[in-house]
């Protein structure tokens, strides 16, 4: 997979499971996912999302930028969420990476917090296979998980459709919306090419590769 469509598909989730944060968290955000845009920091008196943005930590450490950073206030509880799109021969690999990539800054959020810390790797392939910890990564998210009716997806050219309808989707039925992640499909328009993220995916493949030759 070339690493313009690895940043367009990964945006995609992020900007999905965003937009239903927002919702959870009661941020003020656009009705339609399609006209949904991230913010890179949003803090309110309950939570902060951070959205690929440098941690700062009384220690250097290299691993510093998540794809989201959550902060519930009410929960006294910080969750690092990490999104992925691989192959599938390197699936689980890849899912192992991301949930061990923010190990040091856990540990240090955690104590500069003084709270807990969690890690939840999201992980798929292009056409939206999962590995069978997945499900049990999202629940920890809290978002709903409700079904889906009307979708076509385009696997063959690895393009992503939805009807109309759901085009329109408003924030209130956003309940309906996660199954189109969990699917490989999102409503999102096609982002510009972050270079520091295709830096990033090209250091996961090198670790991705050095794991392979270990086993």
Same mark, same amino acid.
């Given at each position: 997979?070339?690493?313009?469509?690895?940043?367009?598909?990964?945006?995609?989730?992020?900007?999905?499971?965003?937009?239903?944060?927002?919702?959870?968290?009661?941020?003020?955000?656009?009705?339609?996912?399609?006209?949904?845009?991230?913010?890179?920091?949003?803090?309110?008196?309950?939570?902060?999302?951070?959205?690929?943005?440098?941690?700062?930590?009384?220690?250097?450490?290299?691993? /510093?930028?998540? *794809?989201?950073?959550?902060?519930?206030?009410?929960? @006294?509880?910080?969750? !690092? $969420?990490?999104? #992925? &799109? %691989?192959?599938?021969?390197?699936?689980?690999?890849?899912?192992?990476?991301?949930?061990?990539?923010?190990?040091?800054?856990?540990?240090?959020?955690?104590?500069?917090?003084?709270?807990?810390?969690?890690?939840?790797?999201?992980?798929?392939?292009?056409?939206?296979?999962?590995?069978?910890?997945?499900?049990?990564?999202?629940?920890?998210?809290?978002?709903?998980?409700?079904?889906?009716?009307?979708?076509?997806?385009?696997?063959?050219?690895?393009?992503?459709?939805?009807? /109309?309808?759901? *085009?329109?989707?408003?924030?209130?039925?956003?309940? @309906?919306?996660?199954? !189109? $992640?969990?699917? #490989? &499909? %999102?409503?999102?328009?096609?982002?510009?090419?972050?270079?520091?993220?295709?830096?990033?995916?090209?250091?996961?493949?090198?670790?991705?590769?050095?794991?392979?030759?270990?086993?």
């Amino acid at each position: 997979m070339l690493g313009h469509d690895y940043s367009r598909r990964h945006n995609e989730v992020v900007r999905c499971i965003h937009f239903l944060l927002l919702n959870k968290y009661k941020f003020k955000s656009s009705k339609r996912i399609r006209s949904h845009s991230v913010q890179e920091i949003l803090d309110k008196e309950y939570a902060e999302i951070r959205v690929d943005t440098r941690i700062k930590t009384d220690v250097k450490i290299r691993c /510093n930028r998540p *794809d989201i950073f959550i902060l519930d206030k009410r929960q @006294n509880r910080i969750t !690092l $969420i990490e999104v #992925g &799109i %691989t192959s599938q021969d390197s699936l689980q690999i890849v899912e192992t990476v991301k949930l061990r990539k923010y190990d040091l800054l856990a540990n240090e959020l955690g104590l500069i917090y003084k709270c807990s810390v969690e890690i939840i790797p999201y992980v798929m392939t292009w056409d939206g296979i999962v590995t069978k910890y997945h499900k049990t990564y999202v629940k920890r998210l809290q978002i709903p998980m409700n079904t889906v009716e009307t979708i076509s997806f385009d696997r063959r050219r690895g393009l992503e459709s939805v009807d /109309n309808e759901e *085009d329109d989707v408003k924030m209130e039925n956003n309940k @309906n919306i996660l199954p !189109l $992640i969990l699917e #490989g &499909i %999102t409503t999102a328009k096609e982002p510009t090419t972050n270079t520091n993220e295709e830096l990033e995916w090209e250091e996961e493949i090198e670790v991705v590769e050095m794991v392979e030759r270990i086993i």
